[in-house]
């Protein structure tokens, strides 16, 4: 299957997932608003999401896939089986563990995470409850990173990428009958969100053994004291733990800044956690569809070129991928930046969410908006060091950049709020790429194909006219505007269209070739 076939299916289960995930997020909007019991159930969210990205899709999936891709490279599928059922062993002992930890020191995480919830007891007490109910939802998710890691190196793409559908629709479920029965059984509602949680967890787990059985490659898990010190005494395991170390301090970085952030959030007027949340869940839109999908598909491909020393081909996907990141990405921040009030109000302008939440947002999403490019881009250049299996470059990068969005907050939150932690990130993810790019050219594994001048005047030629474009449409109707609700949807559905075609169109009048560059 080519980049492109591959890149696609991911972008498209990911864009179900995305749409999933926005029906999701406008139901809990419109059914409990923006408040501190949202609040509390956003941290408690975080909580586990934070370790399933410190420690299952970050640090543990950026050191084994490589390591994964290079041993079926080098040596075959027999030991690739090995190596999994080792990894697997090692890596559910260490989940139970963990799990256990969890629960118990609950209260001491919500307070690390977001001491100002106790402006209101009520909402901490919440988030230390629904900490614990939902904290075992790493142990799923780290699973189905393991189950995502192997299916990806395989190129089985479609199972990994369709699985976070599930949660959605779980929590979707909780949200519509769950709530209701709880509130008239006398309880808190938003517990029901737990319960999708949890439930949405299982069943991503339960659909990826079919799959990596149909392959041959279903772990075989042996939770004894001998099959623990195999696994961990396995030299691919051991080689995974020394890769994770150094990434485990670069996606810590990234958690800590999260951890900073939401504590500063949790200081400012209620609301802000959540409108940051829902900014981001927007923000992922673009981030998803093209640099995760990217980042899923190039990963193994780069490790598996690495690992034959094939530098052109390395370069050459790498090329591929951020000619991929400027075609699209740049369209995205301009409608982020231009366009971001309607899209919130169209998405969330129901129920408990005011006109007043909209605008919060919005500004919040413009914020992530100026940092676009970098974020996606990231998703593209970061696989080119863990192919490499060097994650201390970015490692240092990271730390530096951690440091940067802090002092940034320092300047800009006093004057924008909770947006100002929105534009630090922005800001920190375009130095974070910028930094990268520039460690790929100096040390030559990445060569940029010949045509990159011409290519990147005839997108901001584009974007310009999509700047223009958007700017008159913003301005031209009133988006808050109470009791329209199918008539503005419309009115986004008709812009999102119209910008496509203004976008595209300028493109193809500069003799950009979007065939072309899909073949190529």
């Known amino acids: 299957m080519s980049l492109f ?16 995930g926005l029906a999701r997020e406008l139901l809990i909007a419109a059914t409990f608003g923006a408040s501190a019991l949202t609040d509390a159930f956003n941290v408690a969210f975080r909580i586990p999401n934070l370790l399933r990205r410190l420690f299952a899709e970050g640090a543990f999936s950026q050191a084994f896939v490589p390591v994964l891709a290079a041993t079926r490279e080098k040596d075959g599928d027999a030991a690739t089986r090995e190596l999994i059922d080792r990894v697997a062993t090692v890596l559910v002992a260490a989940l139970l563990l963990t799990c256990v930890i969890g629960v118990v020191a609950a209260p001491l995480l919500v307070w690390a995470m977001a001491a100002g919830l106790r402006q209101t007891a009520h909402g901490f007490d919440v988030a230390v409850v629904l900490t614990r109910w939902m904290f075992p939802y790493i ?98 395991t051991r080689r995974i733990l020394t890769l994770m170390a150094p990434a485990l301090l670069g996606v810590g970085v990234a958690q800590i800044s999260l951890l900073i952030n939401t504590q500063i959030a949790s200081h400012l007027t209620p609301g802000s956690v959540s409108w940051l949340t829902y900014a981001d869940r927007l923000m992922e839109f673009p981030t998803a569809l093209l640099g995760v999908a990217l980042g899923v598909v190039l990963l ?29 990405a740049v369209p995205s921040a301009v409608a982020l930046l231009l366009w971001a009030e309607p899209l919130v109000a169209v998405l969330y302008h129901y129920g408990a969410f005011t006109a007043a939440d909209v605008r919060q947002t919005a500004v919040a999403l413009m914020g992530y908006g100026v940092g676009l ?57 375009l130095l974070n790429a910028t930094w990268l790019l520039v460690g790929l050219l100096r040390r030559r594994a990445y060569r940029p194909q010949p045509g990159w001048g011409r290519f990147a005047l005839q997108v ?10 958007l700017g008159w449409l913003a301005q031209a109707y009133a988006w808050t505007h109470p009791g329209a609700r199918v008539e503005r949807a419309a009115v986004l559905a008709a812009g999102v269209a119209g910008a496509a075609l203004v976008y595209f169109g300028v493109l193809a009048l500069t003799g950009l070739r979007l065939r072309q560059f899909v073949r190529k």
Request: charged share 10%; glycine share 10%; aromatic share 6%.
């Open 5 to 20: 076939k591959s890149a696609s299916v991911v972008s498209l289960w990911t864009l179900a997932s995305r749409i999933t």
């Open 460 to 469: 901001l030629v584009g974007a310009a006219a999509l700047a223009g474009y």
């Open 139 to 236: 142990g799923f998710m780290s699973l189905v990173a393991l189950s995502a890691g192997i299916l990806n190196t395989w190129r089985r793409f479609a199972v990994p990428a369709a699985t976070p559908v599930l949660l959605n629709v779980a929590m979707i479920g909780a949200a519509w009958w769950g709530a209701p029965l709880l509130a008239r059984a006398g309880l808190e509602p938003i517990y029901a969100l737990a319960g999708g949680v949890m439930l949405g967890g299982l069943l991503q787990l339960a659909v990826q053994i079919p799959a990596l059985a149909r392959l041959g490659v279903l772990p075989r898990v042996r939770l004894t004291v001998a099959g623990v010190r195999a696994g961990w005494s396995h030299p691919g």
């Open 300 to 328: 193994p491909q780069l490790a598996a070129a690495q690992a034959a020393e094939d530098a052109e081909r390395y370069s050459r996907l790498l090329d591929w991928g951020l000619r991929a990141v400027v075609l699209l």
């Open 373 to 429: 490019i970098g974020l996606i881009a990231i998703k593209v250049l970061a696989p080119g060091y863990y192919a490499r299996q060097d994650i201390r470059t970015p490692v240092r990068i990271a730390v530096v950049v951690l440091l940067f969005t802090q002092a940034m907050n320092a300047v800009l939150v006093p004057h924008l709020a909770h947006a100002g932690l929105a534009l630090a990130i922005g800001l920190g993810a």
